[in-house]
C-alpha cells in the first residue's frame, strides 16, 4: 500500500485524489494546499488529513507525492520531496526557467527517487495505442508527425499573464507528443504565432495561434497547431505518417449518438476540454505511477521529458521573436 | 448511507459490488452465494461479509439488494427481500414464466418497496441520449426502429440448455429497447428464428440466429436482428425513424486509432462484449438505483418492465412455433 | 454500333439517352413518346428522330430498344420488340400483372432476344461492389440481411393511386436486391404495412411505410424497412451478415465536407434522391446492357429476375391483406 | 458552339479531349503532338483533325485553345495563341521561370484574350464547397490552414529530373489552395524538405517530403505536408479554421463498403491518384472555362493565380536552400 501526500487541492487535484482512491493499491494521508478550507475538504471526501507541506514530507508512512500546486511551487516541492526521499509524481512543467529545471532534476538524480512528470496525454488510450503500433512497426520508419492541439476557449487573461507564454504552457504538451510520436530528437524548430483570437493576448506578449515545425537530425518532420479557441470543443487529434502507411487518431465523442433531419446530419461534438477528454489519461497515468513505484520499475515519462519539451518550447519562443529557425542546442 | 446485500458473486456481481464501492452514498455489507468461496473473496475485496440469505436479509442495517444470482433463484429472492422490506435491484430476467414473475411482482407491491429491473442498456449514454432526443422531439413523432443486437460468440450448450432461449435470454433486451424507443407498446409479434450458427444449437431446441418485427395498435413498427456469433464483436446499434428526421447510435470503439496502408484503411473493431460495452451503463445504472431509492423518487425500470419485455419473448417463441403473427394478449 | 431506339421521353428517358450519347459503341437513332413535343425535344438533342412506335420498330439499323415509357405500356412494348428481335432494356416493371409478365417473358424467349430489366441498384458500385465481396467468400455464408431503403418525400396521390402500391413500386427494388443478396431464393414473406406519413395514402388504399421479412428454404432471412419520407434525403443501404463477417454499404454524399461550429459537427445529408445517387447506376447499366447485346454475353439483371421481384411484391400484399407469412408459391 | 485547338494527346490531355466532348456547347476541331500517332488518335475519337500548330491557330473557327502539353512548351504556345486573338486554358504551371510567365502573361493582356490556370483542385466539389461556405462565413474570419497532399508514389526519377522540382511541381497546387482558402496573400514562407522516401531522390537534387508554413500580413498562417509516397492512395485533404469553427475536406472514396470481420473494420481506401480523385474537377473546370469564354464573364483561376502560386514555390526553394523564412516579395 502506496502513502501519497499531495499538494495541491485545485481542479487537478482533486481528479488525481479521485483516482488515487478509486486505484488499488495506494491511500492519500495528507493534502496540502495554500487555500487551507480547500485541503480540509478534500482530504475529508478521501479519509486524509490536511496537513502543511513539512508534516506531509515528514510522515515516514508517505511514499510517494502528487504535486498538483500552482507551477511556481513545482520546483521546490520536487527539491524537497526528493530530498525526503519521497517518489514523485509532477504535473508538468517542472519549472518554467531551465536552471531551476536542472536544478530540481539534480535533487532528484541525487537522491535516487523516482519521477514522473504528468505529460498525461501519453496516456490517453487512443494516442498510447497509435504509439504502441509504431512501435510494433505497423507503419514501418516514421517520417512526418501532424499535431492538432486547439482548446475550447481563451482562459482569462489574469491566467496568461503567469502562464509562461503559449509555448511553455500549451504547446508543451504537443512538443512532448512530438517527440514521442517522431521517435528521434527534433533538433531545430522554427514557429509562427499570432493574437488572432484576442488582442487582449497581444497586450500582454502572448500569443493565442501558432504553427510551429520541428525537425530531427535524419530529417523527420512534425508539424504543430494551437489555438486558444475552437469554438466546437477540444480538438485533439495526431497523424503519424511512415514508410508504409498512416497512422490517426483523432477526437473522442460523448456518445456515438447521430442526428440526421431536414437542416443537417450531425454527430455529437468532441468532448468539451482536457478534464473529459483525458478522464482516461489522467487515471491511467497515475495507475502507471504507482505500479512503477511498487514495483521499483522505471516510470514511464521521466523529469528529462520535462526538460526536452521545455527546451523545445525555449526554441520556439526564440524562434518566433527573431523570425528564424532555431537550434535545440542554442537552448540547451 | 445506503447499505446493500448483494446475492451472486459471479462475473456480474463482481461488476456491481466494484460499481457500489466506487459509487458514493453507499456501502456492501453482506455477499451471498451458493460458492462461499466466491462470495467470501468478493465480500473480502470489498470490506463486506460472506453471509447466508437469512443473515443478510434479517440484517436491519441493510436498506437494499442486488440480485444477480442465477435466473432461477431471482422469483424467490425478489420475494423473500420484499418480505424483509428491503428496496430490490435484480438482473433481468424476473424469471422465465410469467406465472412466477406475477408472483413475485406481488410480492414487490405487497411490501411497497422499489424494484428495478436490469434493463442496462437503458443506461448506455449513447442509448439514454439517443432516447432523450426523442423526448425532446427531436425527430418528430416516432414511426420505425431498428435495432441490430449480435453477440461476439456463441455460449457453450449447456449454458443454452438453461437460458430460456434465445427470445427470452438474449432478445429480451431488445424487445426492452423496443418498447422504450416506440414510446408505444407492441400489441403483435412476428419472427423468424433458425440455428445458422451451430447445428447444436438446434439440437437443444433453440435457435441463434433471429429476426423480429413488432407492431403497435397505432401501426408503429421495430425490427430486431440477432446474432449469437459476429465474428468483429459486439455489434448493437439502434437506429429511429420519426416524422422529422432519424437518431442512431452507434458501436463503440476502444480508440480511435485509424490505420491506413497498403492492404486496408481501418479503424478499430468495436468493443469486445456486453461487460465492455456497457461498463458505463452498469455505473449509471447502479447509481440511478441508489439515487431513487435514497430520494424516495421512482427507480428507472420498474417490474412491469420486466414482466412486458417477458411477455414479447412469450409471443415470439409461440410465433415461431406456429409461424404466425401473434397478438401479445395471446400471452398476458 | 448498336443502335438505338427509345421508348419515353420523360425524366428517366433523358437519363438513359444522356448515358448513350457518352458510351462509347452505340447511337440513339429513335424517340418514341406520346407527348410529341417531348419525343422531339429528346431526339434533337442527341441527333436521332422522333418517330412512332412503328418506324422505330421496323428500322432495320435499330438492334435494341429502351422502354421508358409509363409501365402500363412496357408488357405490349416488350412483345413487339420481341417480335421485331430487337434486344430489349426495358425499366421496372414489366408489368403489375404477373400473367402479362408471363406474356412479355414468353415473347422474348420465342424471339430468342436478350432483354435486361432496369434493376438499376445493382450497378450501383457499392452495392455491387459489396456483392462482389460475398461472391469472392469475404463473409463466408451469407445468414442475414438488412435493407433500408426510404425515399425522400411523399409522391403525388395522383401517382400513387397508378404505381400498383408501395410494394410493387418501391420495394420491388429492395425484393431484388434481398434475392440478390441473400445468394438463395426466399420462399416466404410477412409485411406489415401503415399509412404513418399521410393519410391520404391509406385513402388510396396504399402504404407509405413497411417492415418486411423474408425467409429462405435453408433459413437465410432479410428484412426490409421502406417509408415515402426521410426528410433527410435518399436513405439507401445495405447490410449483409454471414459466418465470417459483415458487410455494408452506405449513402453517398454530395461531398466530403464536414463543419464543426458551436452548434454541431455534421456532414452533407445523403444525395437527394435515385436520379443522384444511381447516376453511376444507370450509366454503368446501359453499358453492361451494350456490352452484353454487342459480345452476345449474357445480360446481367434477366426476364426472370423482374418476375421473380414481383411475386415477392404479390406475396408481401397477400401477407398484409391477411396478416400472415405468405409462401411465395401460393402467388407463383 | 466554341471550337477548341488542343496542345498535347498525353494522358491529361485525352481528359480533357473525352470532357469536351461530353459538355454541352463546345467542338473540337484540332489535335497538336509531337507524337503525331497520339495526336492521330485522339482527334480520331473526337471527329477532330490533327494538325500542326500553325494550321491550328490560323483556323478562323477555332475559338480557344487546350494546352495541355509538356511544362516547356507552356509559354510559347500561351504567346503564340494570345496573338492569334484564342482563349486559352492552360495546365499548370505557366513556366517553371517566373521570367518567362510574365512575358506570356503580358502577352496575354496584350491580346486581351481570357486565360484560366489549370489549377483543377479549386474545382473539386468538396474543396469547391469547403471555399463556398468560407465566403458565406459559416466560420467566421479565417484563422489557419493545414493542407495535407501526398501522392500514391514516386515517379520515375527521370520525371524528376525535369520536373522542376517538388515545390514547383507537386507543392504549387498547395500553394494555390492556401492562398484560395487564406483569402489573404501568403507574404512569407517557410520550408522543411528531405528526400525520406528514396535516396535517388536527393541525388537528382529534389525533395520528396516536405512540410511547410506560410504567413499572411495580417498573421493568418497555413501549413503544408506532402509526401511523393502514400502507400494508401492519393491524400487530399483541407482543413480550415476560422473565428466560429472549423471546416474540413477529405479524402473520396471509390465506394461506401465497409467490411468488419475477426481481423478488422475498414472502408475502401481513397480513390488512387489525380485521375481519379480530380475527375469531377476536371470536368468542371473545362465547363467553367467553355461557360466564361462563351459568356465574356471573367475566368475563374487567372495567369496571376498562376504566377503567384509559382512565387510561393520560388520562396520555398530558397528557404530551403538557405534556411530562413523567405518574403515573397524577395522572390516577386
Redesign the interface.
Known sequence: MLVFAQFGAGRIGAIHAANLA?SGGARLAHVVDVHEAAAASLAARHGAESSDALTALRDPAVGAVIIASSTDTHADLVIAAAKAGKAIFCEKPIDLSLARVDQAIAAVQAAGVPMLVGFNRRFD??F???HR?IRTG??GVV??V?I?S?DPGLPPVEYLRVSGGQFRDMTIHDFDMARWMLGEEPVEV?A?G????DPAVAAVGDTD???V?L?TAS?????I?N?R?????Y?QRV?V?G??????????V?????????Q???????LHFFLERYADAYRLELAAFIEAVTHGTPVPVGAQDGRQALMLAEAALRSLRD???VKVSEVA
Do not use: W
Not at 194 to 197: G, I, N, P, R, T
Not at 219 to 223: C, E
Not at 229 to 233: D, L, V
Not at 245 to 251: P, V
Open positions: 478509486a488510450p487512443s498510447a495505442e497509435l503500433r505497423a507503419i517520417e512526418q501532424v492538432t486547439r522554427f509562427y499570432a493574437a488572432l483570437v495561434s501558432c504553427m515545425l525537425r530529417g523527420r518532420m512534425a508539424h497547431n489555438s479557441r475552437a469554438s466546437y470543443g480538438d497523424e505518417h514508410s508504409l502507411g498512416r497512422l490517426m487518431a483523432g477526437n473522442r460523448p456518445t456515438t449518438v447521430e442526428q440526421a433531419d431536414a443537417s446530419d450531425s454527430r455529437e461534438k468532441p523570425n528564424r529557425p
